[in-house]
Structures are given as C-alpha cells and as structure tokens.
C-alpha cells in the first residue's frame, strides 16, 4: 500500500463507517496487535475517537503505558490475516510475523503501522472513561492510500461474520 | 416490516457493524427522530451502548427529559428518508410526517418505534459522560425482522456518502 499524508478533517468519514479496526501497539520493545470493532468518533476536527479497551486485552497495558497507539483499518483481501490476529495473543507470539503484516515506520507514535492495510492513523491518548474501559484518543497524522476509494472495509456481525463494505451511494444529505 | 422479538445477547452484532442509525425520542408529546452515526457497544449482555448526542441537537433535550429512546436501524431501501430526517429537524416539523415514518408502539419507551426500519432496539438512559456528550444506554427490548439476513445497512462516509453493506463472509475467527 502507498499510503499519503490525509487531512486530519476527513478522518471522521474513515471511523463513522463502524470498520473492524486492527489497534498496533508498541511499548519497551513489546508490540502488539488487537483486532477492535467497539470505537465510535467523539469529535471532528481535531479528529477525536473512543475506543473500549478492556484490562483483559494485552493491548490494554500497551496503550496505556506509552498512552499511544496506530489504528489501522485493513479490508477483506487481508481477511484472513485479520482473523488470525483476532486469534491470537500477543502476550506469546510476535503478532506482526503471526499474521504476515509488513511495519511501517510512524512519525508520531512509537507503535508501527500496518503496511497492508489501506488507512492507518496515529493516535495519542488524551484522556480515560476508565467505568467503560474506554481510551480517549487524538488523531495527530493520518495516511491513506488514494488509490482506495472504495474500500471494502470488514464490519463484524458476530462469531467470525463479516459483512464486507459494498457501493457508496450519493444522498441529498446535509449531514456532515 | 414484521418484526419480532430478538434476543438481547445479540445485539451487539446489529450495532457494531457501524449503521447510520435512527434514534426517535418522545417526552411529554414532544417527538423528533434523528440520523446517528457516532456510537459504539461497551456491554455485550446486558446491551450497552454509547452514543454521541450534542446539547445542539433537538434530541438532546427529548433524550435528557425522558431519560430513554429507540434506536431504529434503516436499510439503503428507505435511504432517501433517512436522508431527509438527517436534513431536517424537530424543532420545527413533525419528523415521522416529514420522513413518511411509520409509528410502531414501544413496549418499554414512550419513543415510537419506525415501522420501516428492519430493527429496533428500546434504549433506557443509565448513565451520562457529560464531556463527551455521551449518553450511556442500556438495551431492553430488541426488535428485528427475521426476513432480513443481510441488511443492506447504511455507513456514513461523509457530506451524503453513504456505504451500503455487501455481502457477509465467514472467516475462521474465534472473536465474538
């Protein structure tokens, strides 16, 4: 994937689709990857997201150690390698050669970015709901590959059922 | 739409998918139905959800007051009025009228569950995040239509683009 610089105001319309997620995390050298579909945007501009992380995920002490994270949004040509990372632990596997997945140097996190997959954004945490196990997070960089204008995102009906992003349709919305 | 009743414990895989959703509010024969796409699961069973709804919003004062909602989920087939419910707002028109929107009766809110909609879920207000204007809500009573496998869900991706979900694939996953 040929990932570019995306303006921080469009991020919104990559999350608000509701897109299985895969959350990089990397802390003293520990790294893992954590397949996510419970996140919704909270804010527009700067792009701010909440993500439910729970303490039983290994990613939980990852993120909340370096306080930062990559959101990756993979599509279904790489849904095999997105199950298996949903899997899997990475509290006893290297989860990047488990599942196949290229790094990618990231300029604001530590955390490195998921090269097949066709949007990553780097994220800080501002700020915890710790009652909901939520993460409050900024986007501080997005990258998108411009050639992906349709992507066929990967959104979980439950118990390994994906439902794949079809066509998008014009509405005469005003909606932002 | 026939729908019947639907088990609580399957919820989640109707909302974390990540549909634009209707959210329709009744308080002292006040009404208003409003397009949403800012919200994600935090419980699997009992449902809970959270979803963003700004003090801008008419809903939010009909939500406040009442303390409870219906969230109803629209399919590409009605997308024009779900459009036009995102373009117009309660404050000032009669938006089942407007929309063309069928009232149901709810069995445990006052909100009048959309006939049109394939799904409907009767949503009680147990807590707020006042910061992020997040209404935390637990699901009672969940309403689906079993004619309908695959929704063709709509997914917001900005300025009237909607995604229509595709087909729903299986992948080896152990997620639930």
Known sequence: MAKQAFPLSGVYGLIETGPVVLISTRWKGRESIMAQSWHT?????????????SESNY??????????????IPTVEIGRQVALCGNSSGRNADKFEACAFTREKAS?????LIGECYASLECKV???????????????RAWVDPAVTEPRTL???GYGAFMVAGETVSLPSEMR
């Open 41 to 53: 945007m909270i804010e527009f501009d700067p792009p701010i997201l909440a993500c439910v992380i």
């Open 59 to 72: 990613s939980f002490e990852l993120i909340e150690k370096s306080g930062e994270c990559a959101i990756n």
């Open 108 to 112: 604001d996190v530590e955390a490195a």
């Open 126 to 140: 501002i700020d915890r709901v710790k009652q909901y196990d939520l993460f409050v997070m900024e986007v501080t």
């Open 155 to 157: 959104h979980h009906r």
